[in-house]
Every structure is written in C-alpha cells, then in structure tokens.
C-alpha cells in the first residue's frame, strides 16, 4: 500500500516569513516528487518536482529530498497572501502518482 | 496548446440518478487519469488509461462506477446509481508519452458533482 503523508494544517505564517511544508512516503519504489498548489475551487497546478537527492530552488520556492529518510519538503521564502492555498505533495510510481492528503497554508498580511 | 477540458464542469443530481462526465486531454497525451478529490482530501486515483486501455482500475468502485477511453483519445466517467458520498471533483489529468525524465501532469478544471 502506497501511502503519502503530509503535515497536517492549516498553517499559519506572517507575510515575509518562511514557509515549511512537508511529506513523507512510504514506499522506497518512487521515482519522482511534485509539489501541486491547490487554490479553493481550482485544479492542482505544478510548482515544483525533484527526483535528486538534495535540494532544488526555484525562485521563492525550494524542494528538498531525502530518499534515505522518504522524505520530501517544500519551503517558500518571503511568502505572500497569494500563496494562501492547499500544496499538495504528490508521488510518481512510475506513471502511478499517489497524492497526500494536501496541506492549507495561510500567509497573513 | 489547448488544455485538458473537461465537461460539464457542474452537476446537481439526486441519489440513485446517473451521471457522465467527459474529459478531452491534451492533443498526443497518451496516459489518461481521472481523480476522486473529496472535499479537504488530495486527489484519489480512479482508474488510470494508456492509450484505449487500462493500466490500473484498483481504486475505482466498479459496482457503480464505469470508465472507458474508446479511441484513445476522450474519456468517459460514469456513476450509475450515484450515492450521496460521491459528492466530489472529479478531476481529469494527462500526461504525454515520455521515455524518460519526470511525468507532470497537466490537469482540467474539474467537474463538481453534487448528490443530494
């Protein structure tokens, strides 16, 4: 069984702050990880993938892997209201993804 | 490049009636997915195409729940007899055929079902 977990929200940061968000799985079979935000009502929009061990930074946002611990995190700098939504961590089981159960962020102005 | 499209993107049906929803991928995409995402939940895989045929079904509840992707290209969900827990989006993701590298997949916006 597949299993994606994230940590439970909402999460609350000020404007400016960094935000942690993060996700394990449990089946050492995985090849790829994304990070989806999700705002309310709208479908899952890539923000970031890895599947190195290490880090990965895009802009405000960086992915961290940790395939020894199956451990995956997203943490975005300098965060906005705009990125008050639901981040989804999701696992790729070669072509088979397997979602977490989705974290809310809320940045407070 | 146009979207994945999805339709209709609202439904309002009463328990034990029937439902169908389409969903158009992106032009060549070869893998098709449709997810369950209950309200507060991620998104739970339903049965996942590769071309016209079924890579994996597991999730899906067969007893009401049908799916099919004929020509390869559009698919079909349908619900018959709904119930009142299949209230949900239902989303409709693909991805191309790709021989290596990661596999994002690009979603459509969604069909809200609502079983009253």
């Known amino acids: ?109 | 490049e146009a979207g994945v499209a999805q339709s209709p993107r609202y439904k309002i049906i009463e328990k034990r009636q029937s439902v169908a929803f389409w969903c158009n991928p992106i032009s060549g995409h070869a893998t098709l997915y449709w997810y369950q995402q209950i309200l507060g939940q991620g998104p739970k895989l339903l049965i996942q195409f590769q071309n016209n045929g079924v890579v994996d079904d597991s999730q899906l509840p067969k007893d009401r729940f049908s799916a099919e992707r004929l020509k390869g290209v559009d698919s079909t969900l349908k619900i018959q007899p709904a119930k009142l827990e299949d209230s949900a989006v239902y989303l409709c993701a693909s991805i191309p055929m790709v021989a290596s590298g990661y596999n994002e997949q690009f979603f459509g916006p969604g069909t809200r079902l609502t079983v009253l």
Request: include cysteine; charged fraction near 20%; hydrophobic fraction near 30%.
């Open chain 1, 1 to 109: 069984q597949k299993e994606v977990e994230q940590n439970s929200g909402p999460l609350s940061v000020p404007e400016g702050a960094i935000a942690s968000l993060n996700c394990t799985y449990s089946d050492r079979g995985s090849q790829s990880f994304f990070w989806y935000r999700q705002y309310s009502g709208k479908s899952p929009e890539l923000i970031m993938f890895i599947y190195s061990n290490g880090d990965k930074e895009d802009g405000r946002f960086t992915a961290q892997l940790n395939k020894a611990s199956q451990y995956v995190s997203l943490l975005i700098r300098d965060s906005q209201p705009s990125d008050s939504a639901t981040y989804l961590c999701a696992v790729d089981y070669g072509q088979n993804f397997v979602f977490g159960p989705g974290t809310r962020l809320s940045v407070l102005p």
